[in-house]
């Protein structure tokens, strides 16, 4: 079957629309996914007052504006903004992992003054299992929001590209 192309240069063989179909499904789940995620860790954050100082707010800072070039990108297909979105996501995905370390240097010392035996092992599994504030692997979270925003980025990348097709003489 040959496909037949419309004015607008898009493809309308069935399956090229049944294609078309799963990317809209993909992309809705890529969106609501990344969307949901941002706000529920942001007001997460919010609510356990994670601001206390200059750096607690930086993720507070990173996921709000990730939040706001996300819906941006929905309305607006700028190249530019796409590329600063993954920019601003790759940030928030190292300002993620440094919270991992922050939080688990600071529980380390937390458990330690407790007990000076634990060390080495025996200490990064009191870290991970204990009750305490802060929780170490909580920052982890952000890094999976950060890679479905990124998977978004990737499944919309096609909608910015420029035609590739030159005309002759022009």
Request: net charge positive; hydrophobic share 50%.
């Amino acid at each position: 079957m040959v496909p037949v192309q419309h004015e607008s240069g898009k493809n309308s063989t069935p399956a090229f629309q049944e294609h078309n179909r799963h990317l809209n499904s993909v992309n809705r789940v890529l969106s609501f996914s990344f969307l949901a995620g941002s706000f529920g860790i942001l007001f997460d954050l919010l609510l356990m007052h994670h601001y206390e100082g200059y750096a607690q707010s930086i993720p507070i800072l990173l996921l709000s504006l990730c939040a706001i070039i996300f819906i941006a990108n929905l309305f607006l297909n700028i190249m530019w903004l796409l590329r600063f979105f993954k920019f601003i996501l790759g940030t928030l995905t190292i300002c993620a992992a440094l919270g991992v370390y922050f939080h688990l240097s600071g529980k380390a010392e937390f458990k330690t003054e407790i007990d000076p035996s634990l060390e080495g092992w025996n200490l990064i599994l009191a870290c991970i299992t204990g009750h305490s504030l802060p929780p170490v692997l909580a920052p982890g979270s952000i890094i999976l929001v950060a890679l479905s925003g990124y998977a978004w980025a990737v499944v919309n990348t096609s909608k910015y590209r420029p035609n590739k097709i030159y005309e002759k003489g022009k």
